[in-house]
């Protein structure tokens, strides 16, 4: 067994997982020893100004210094950094790449969203294996886009990353609170060109069975069960049908920001973005719904994600 970290740099969030693994792929999947979140918004403000904000940059160098003192703490031998749709994005990008190299050591490879779509694959199959004659589509529902990854029992069969994610939509769209029909009818637009384009690659069609990862699609999967807290260990599994997934988005997407902060298993980070990610999340699954002619009925949430899959990376088996 060796001990690695994964780090998960989004346009919302920053994600650190600790893990023991083995270099065997048949020996299983990581044994966590740390997983952390911080709600960092690093895509502050990148739809509209190309670049990453200052005071984006600095809460996201806070965190990764308080990371660089965990791996230290755990002794991690082998660390890799990942970052995604923002900092693809940003024209200053080379600020984050030097701040995270002098905190880390290791440079934040900005990776390509066919990448980021592979290792999110990776990281939800590790945990929810694909049997028979299975084409599993995962959704990573991101901060500034989202990857739809096909894939069956021998890996992924296609790939396609597209510019939705919830804090792109908020920023661009949802800007009122609650906010208002024609917002929301400009914000699914978006999301159907984006289908499309994402059609144009992956045989949607094909899909016998849907899973779900990210913060906005578990979020939405505590609030379609009620639960008193965040718990991961009821989230991860759950399968929920489209009309009841569909359902819980929608009170989401129209609650006050005030109401879905009094949630209990809300994160702070998210009381703002999360209307976005309920109405794509939402829109996708009505959309897979028809693409597969009634057979795709519903999603399976997943904890495990692309933070695995970099982990599983490490290990040479993602």
């Known amino acids: 067994m060796s001990r690695v970290a994964a780090i998960d740099c989004g346009t919302n ?11 065997d792929s048949a020996a299983g999947p990581l044994t966590d020893v740390v997983r952390e979140m911080r709600v960092v918004r690093l ?7 190309g670049e ?107 790939a396609r990353s597209v510019d939705i994610g919830c804090v792109r939509l908020t920023e661009r769209h949802l800007t009122s609170d609650p906010p208002t029909a024609a917002q929301i009818a400009a914000a699914e637009a ?6 499309d384009l994402a059609a144009q690659t992956v045989p949607l069609g094909r899909a016998t069975a849907v899973v779900g990862v990210a913060g906005s699609i578990t979020t939405i999967t505590a609030h379609a069960l009620g639960l008193a807290e965040y718990q991961p260990n009821k989230i991860h599994g759950a399968y929920l049908d489209i009309e009841t997934i569909s359902d819980a988005a929608t009170n989401l997407l129209e609650m006050s920001r005030s109401e879905r ?52 990376s490490i290990r040479g088996v993602a």
Do not use: C
């Open 261 to 312: 902060a009094a949630l209990p298993y809300m994160h702070p980070g998210r009381v703002d973005v999360i209307g976005a990610g309920a109405l794509v999340w939402r829109r996708i699954l009505w959309r897979l719904g028809q693409a597969s002619d009634g057979r795709i009925q519903g999603a399976t949430s997943s904890e495990h994600d692309i933070l695995d899959g970099i982990a599983l």
């Open 13 to 23: 969030s920053i994600r650190l997982l600790i893990a023991d693994v083995s270099p």
């Open 43 to 49: 895509g502050q403000g990148v739809d509209a100004t």
């Open 52 to 158: 990453l904000a200052p005071e984006a940059l600095d809460r996201t160098f806070a965190a990764a210094k308080d990371y660089a003192a965990l791996i230290g703490d755990h002794g991690a031998g082998s660390v890799r950094f990942v970052a995604t749709s923002a900092t693809r994005d940003a024209r200053n990008r080379q600020v984050f790449v030097d701040g995270i190299r002098d905190l880390l050591g290791v440079a934040p490879e900005v990776i390509s969203g066919d990448e980021e779509a592979s290792l999110s694959f990776a990281g939800a199959s590790s945990v929810l294996p694909i049997k028979g004659d299975d084409a599993v589509l995962v959704v990573d529902l991101g901060g500034g886009s989202t990857e739809f990854v096909l894939g069956d029992a021998n890996g992924v069969i296609a």
């Open 190 to 195: 978006d999301v159907d060109a984006a289908l």
